[in-house]
């Protein structure tokens, strides 16, 4: 998925998916361990699917905080 189609998404929404994907990535790891040897571009996807979604909601908690020092210091003006 896109990073432009996660930033239109709930972030309640995103850390779930997140939540799923890390799970996901840690099944693939364990399996690696254990010599399943399971798909490697799965393994590549999933890493960057967790990386896309990290900054996607680090983007939009960056966004909230800005709002929030804006609001504090037009409330002191």
């Known amino acids: 998925m ?15 998916e997140l939540e799923q994907l ?17 798909d490697r571009s799965r393994r590549r996807n999933l890493r960057r699917d967790v990386a896309r979604y990290k900054t996607v909601l680090r983007e939009m908690e ?3 905080d ?5 609001g504090a210091r037009t ?3």
């Not at 239109?8 to 929404?13: I, L, N, S, Y």
């Not at 800005?66 to 804006?70: L, N």
């Open 22 to 38: 890390q799970r996901e990535l840690f099944d693939i790891r364990f399996q690696w361990q254990a010599e399943e040897r399971p």
């Open 2 to 16: 896109k990073a432009k189609e996660l930033r239109g998404r709930d972030t309640q929404e995103l850390r779930r």
């Open 62 to 64: 960056g966004a909230l």
């Open 75 to 77: 409330d002191h003006e």
């Open 66 to 70: 800005e709002t929030r020092q804006a």
